[in-house]
């Protein structure tokens, strides 16, 4: 087993300042404690568990993880995980953090074997009188990279939520048909979605649904087949269950409540 390598900046500096870069193949983060600086780390090889307050996250090879200052966290290695963290704090360190998680303790992103070139690069020629650039560099860059995979999936989101907006009324639309359209995969585009929006993909085309139906009915439109058919229920039966469900009404009681609330007026 290749002992862990520790690497400290002693330096003092006000806007950003990576403490530590660690090259650890220990479980030496395996028992729980409060950060007290924020972590960023990338997995080299194999895999384990970071647990950040009341999340569980798995990390991977080509994983960047990130823990804010004040979780209590812990890692556990399944086998021999391999992986390199920086630790850091200072005013744009946190604005640094809220850039990749402003609301979670601990994220994880998948997809950046290729950066491991770079930080081992930073890492091994990292020394006392260079140790704050070099650490910093690897930060930055993955930050940059991390950052911008955020805004394009925030734009993937906001496609995906334009298009139910335009075609919520056909009976065919789901999530398998938006993913083939936009070339992504349909589980991939469901849980983005969720993430994004703090609701499933098909709460949301429902919620939508029901909400254009109680437009209709409030507009005049009394027959419950034609408002299910132009709110995208293909079955009347079905639609009365969901909108009864949602609304607390029934098609049929939702219409009596209308024609009330008009004769009062």
């Known amino acids: 087993m290749i002992d862990p390598v520790c690497k400290f900046n002693h330096s003092i500096a006000s806007a950003i300042n ?5 090259y650890e193949t220990t479980g030496a983060q395996s028992t729980p404690a409060h950060a007290t600086c924020h972590h960023m780390g990338l997995v080299l090889r194999g895999s384990g568990r ?45 604005e640094l953090v809220e850039r990749i998680s402003p609301r979670q303790y ?4 998948s997809g950046y074997t290729e950066i491991a070139t770079l930080w081992r690069d930073c890492f091994n020629r990292a020394e006392e009188g260079n140790l704050d650039l070099f650490s910093e560099a690897a930060l930055l860059y993955t930050v940059a990279r991390l950052s911008k995979t955020q805004k394009e ?3 993937l989101s906001e496609k995906v939520c334009a298009y139910v907006n335009d ?3 056909s009976p065919d639309l ?18 983005l979605f969720k993430a994004k929006h703090n609701i499933t993909f098909t709460k949301y085309l429902r919620d939508l649904r029901v909400k254009h139906a109680a437009f209709l009915l ?13 709110s995208g229920f293909s079955d009347a039966l079905y639609f ?3 909108f009864k469900q949602e609304t607390g009404l029934s098609p049929s009681d939702y219409i009596k409540r209308i024609a009330d609330g008009r004769g009062n007026e």
């Open 167 to 169: 075609h919520f009324t």
């Open 106 to 109: 601990a994220r994880v992103f």
């Open 174 to 191: 789901s999530i398998s048909d938006i993913a083939a359209r936009l070339g992504y995969d349909a589980k991939y585009l469901s849980a």
């Open 50 to 94: 970071l647990t950040a307050d009341s999340e569980c996250l798995t990390i991977t090879e080509g994983d960047v993880y990130f823990i804010k200052k004040g979780s209590r966290f812990s890692i556990l290695r399944d086998g021999d995980m391999e992986y390199f963290y920086i630790s850091f704090h200072g005013w744009h360190a946190d």
């Open 240 to 242: 009365s269950r969901i």
């Open 218 to 230: 409030e507009q005049g439109v009394e027959s419950v087949k034609v408002v299910a058919m132009l």
């Open 18 to 22: 990576c403490t530590r870069f660690i």
């Open 153 to 155: 999936k925030n734009d």
